[in-house]
């Protein structure tokens, strides 16, 4: 019998605190459709505040949130959006920008460390002179951090780079910022000066926040006139919404605070790790709370083995391909949990237990 559990997989797994469920219970609430919601209304304002943007509306979700906000910038037919093969829309929000917006992808390379080439984006911009048969390039994207990078980080001056590009060329820039508190802390730079060069950023609040549900999008007043329009669209209008707006607003001021801690621990789980036989772990990628590793070749265990192994002593991983795992700290997992996980998978993969999973 599983006698501990030690949740890995993601920072969208945490569980609301007993603030967050205090806070729901005593939220006050209104029709937020009509508008009229006060702790909706509270928490866009201060997500707003803290990204130094004008506005701020309250989605569902972050792939709802980068959906409206890129509709928003491309709302002529024929527009075109520059972003990252490697990114989060481009992979896994379900193609949405055009199934559903008519917005083409243009992608573009991603590196390891989560950037695009600033002259593989300029390349990218259509030449308007070609407008009889070219997509007309209106918007770039960035993710930060970059989770498929292992939630790597782009630095003010990168980020800025590519809004003087964007300005340049008569073009928006959007940020998925659904980790970017955990950029913001790990680079050591105020998340507003971060996000200074984007016209809009998507801020998850379930995900390092540890909020239940939702994200806020951030932008000018009239962004945010329009989002709030196509958030009704897409079916994404709630009514008494701040049940769930007061424990998001609980994550934004108990546990921004707690990131520092969930990066200090993936640095210590992911250099655990490096130095068991049979896993290699680039530890100096791991910048934030997310770690990626391999198994090596000719190692005892084959990815799914070893993720049944661990399942069965209650430590959960994501596996990402027949060699690659990946494991995402967040703030309900606690040093001695690390020391637990470092110990279940050296006896899977070593069949010695260290003293450490108290
Ligand atoms: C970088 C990034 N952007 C966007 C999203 C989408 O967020 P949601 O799952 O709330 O739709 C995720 C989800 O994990 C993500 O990692």
Do not use: W
Request: glycine residues 10%; neutral net charge.
């Amino acid at each position: 019998m599983v006698t501990r559990m030690v949740d890995l997989r993601s920072d969208t797994v945490t569980k609301p605190t007993e603030a967050m469920r205090a806070a729901m219970v005593t939220a006050e609430v209104d029709d937020d459709v009509l508008g009229a919601d006060p702790t909706a209304f509270q928490l866009e304002s201060e997500v707003a505040k803290i990204m130094g943007k004008e506005a701020g509306l309250f989605v569902p979700s972050g792939t709802m949130g980068n959906l409206i906000s890129v509709l928003v910038h491309c709302d002529i037919r024929g527009s075109e959006v520059i972003l990252g093969d490697n990114s989060h829309i481009h992979i896994y929000e379900n193609g949405g920008i055009s199934t559903i917006g008519g917005v083409h992808p243009r992608p573009v390379k991603n590196n390891e460390d989560g950037t695009m080439d600033i002259n593989l984006i300029e390349a990218a911009i259509r030449d308007p002179r070609g407008e009889l048969v070219y997509p007309t390039t209106r918007l770039i994207c960035l993710e930060n951090s970059h989770a498929n990078s292992g939630g790597r980080c782009l630095s003010v001056a990168y980020t800025d780079r590519v809004g003087e590009l964007a300005t340049k060329h008569g073009l928006k820039l959007h940020i998925d910022g659904a980790r970017i508190f955990n950029a913001s802390v790990a680079l050591g730079v105020p998340v507003h000066r971060l996000v200074q060069a984007a016209d809009s950023i998507s801020v998850c609040l379930s995900k390092g926040l540890g909020a239940p549900v939702g994200s806020v999008i951030v932008g000018s007043k009239s962004f945010i006139t329009k989002a709030r329009r196509l958030r009704k669209t897409l079916g994404g209008g709630m009514r008494q919404v701040g049940f769930i707006c007061a424990a998001a607003f609980v994550a934004l001021q108990e546990n921004v605070g707690k990131l520092e801690g969930d990066h200090k621990k993936a640095k210590v789980l992911a250099e655990g790790l490096n130095q068991i036989k049979g896993l290699r772990v680039d530890v100096a990628a791991v910048q934030t709370n997310i770690i990626y590793f391999d198994i090596v070749e000719g190692s005892k265990l084959t990815a799914e083995k070893l993720y049944k192994n661990l399942e069965e002593h209650g430590v959960l991983v994501m596996p990402e391909g027949p060699a690659r795992m990946r494991i995402v700290l967040h703030h309900q997992i606690s040093s001695s949990d690390v020391q637990y996980t470092l110990s279940c998978f050296q006896q899977a993969l070593t069949g010695v237990q260290e003293e450490n999973g108290n």
